[in-house]
């Protein structure tokens, strides 16, 4: 599968963006689907990721309650609402898939990445 990560950009503090990942080549539904980043410096860090069905979530603690994970199956994306958004937050974003049902937060079990978008968040 090939993914195409979009939607970063340069936000104030407090600011919301939306990230999007577009998946084409095998069935799409067969992935668990995460986001990881990687801010400057800095080791990637995974940030949520969803099931197959979109049934179930799992964010790092982090994030809780400031973004969203999602997925749309019939249109092949997955989708990151990022809402009060914090200086912390800069850093390059990547999706990833994942071919397997078990959850993991491991960038080394996901099989394909996108190439990043890039958050900015200022102060």
């Known amino acids: 599968v090939q993914l195409q990560a979009s939607g970063g950009g340069l936000v104030q503090t407090g600011g919301s963006l939306s990230l999007s990942c577009a998946a084409s080549?095998?069935?799409?539904?067969?992935?668990?689907m995460g986001w990881f980043r990687q801010a400057p410096g800095k080791e990637r860090e995974f940030v949520a990721a969803?099931?197959?069905?979109?049934?179930?979530?799992d964010y790092v603690d982090s994030v809780k309650g400031r973004f969203t994970i999602a997925r749309d199956n019939a249109k092949n994306m997955v989708y990151l609402q990022m809402n009060s958004l914090k200086a912390e937050d800069t850093a390059v974003y990547y999706c990833?898939?994942?071919?397997?049902?078990?959850?993991?937060?491991?960038?080394?079990?996901?099989?394909?990445w996108g190439q990043g978008t890039l958050v900015t968040v200022s102060s």
């Open positions: 990833a898939a994942r071919e397997s049902i078990v959850w993991s937060r491991l960038g080394r079990q996901y099989n394909y």
């Open positions: 969803i099931s197959r069905s979109g049934g179930s979530t």
């Open positions: 080549g095998r069935t799409f539904d067969n992935y668990f």
